[in-house]
């Protein structure tokens, strides 16, 4: 008799969906907000990359070379193309090494002369836009998950000929 009643309390369904229902949202909320905040750091990123790509073809091409002001022509490029797709704040770094075969460390601030190598770096740290960070921080008692991301995007190119090369 009492196994019956037993039986009969662990057959009943009263509440399993509250409890499964109550169970799945966390996760789908998690499973989201990840999602969100993956593809906004994924955009920002390739806005990163672009810019670097965009900025390094301008040094390229020695557009300011004449008059000086090709250094500060390739940042005003580059940012360009940062402000126009995000209004992030980057860090933009031109180096060049002698040469098409770069090596070494290079010539920082310098964009460098025809047929040498330059570079455009474009950093940016990324701060989560979804609370999921701080919510995990907050649990796992650390400040390594709601922590600013560091991210950059740099492209390497050859300089066009523009006056013969040395």
């Known amino acids: 008799m009492f196994a019956r009643v037993i039986a009969r309390l662990f057959r009943r369904q009263d509440g399993a969906s509250a409890v499964e229902f109550a169970l799945l949202v966390p996760v789908?909320?998690?499973?989201?907000?990840?999602?969100?905040?993956?593809?906004?750091a994924l955009s920002v990123w390739?806005?990163?990359?672009?810019?670097?790509?965009?900025?390094?073809?301008?040094?390229?091409?020695?557009?300011?070379?004449?008059?000086?002001?090709?250094?500060?022509?390739?940042?005003?490029?580059?940012q360009n193309v940062v402000s126009q797709s995000?209004?992030?704040?980057?860090?933009?770094s031109v180096q060049s090494w002698a040469g098409?075969?770069?090596?070494?460390?290079?010539?920082?601030?310098n964009p460098g002369v025809p047929?040498?190598?330059v570079e455009v770096r474009v950093s940016h740290n990324y701060q989560?836009?979804?609370?999921?960070?701080?919510?995990?921080?907050?649990?796992?008692g650390s400040t390594?998950?709601?922590?600013p991301l560091p991210m950059s995007g740099a492209t390497k190119m050859v300089n066009e000929p523009w006056q013969p090369c040395p």
């Open 28 to 40: 789908v909320v998690a499973l989201i907000a990840g999602c969100f905040e993956a593809s906004n």
């Open 46 to 78: 390739l806005t990163l990359k672009k810019a670097s790509e965009v900025g390094t073809r301008f040094a390229t091409t020695g557009q300011g070379d004449q008059d000086g002001t090709r250094l500060s022509r390739i940042i005003a490029a580059t």
């Open 86 to 92: 995000r209004n992030i704040v980057v860090v933009i």
């Open 100 to 109: 098409i075969t770069p090596s070494g460390t290079g010539r920082s601030g």
């Open 115 to 117: 047929c040498d190598t």
């Open 128 to 140: 989560p836009i979804t609370p999921l960070g701080s919510l995990v921080a907050l649990l796992h």
């Open 144 to 147: 390594v998950w709601s922590a």
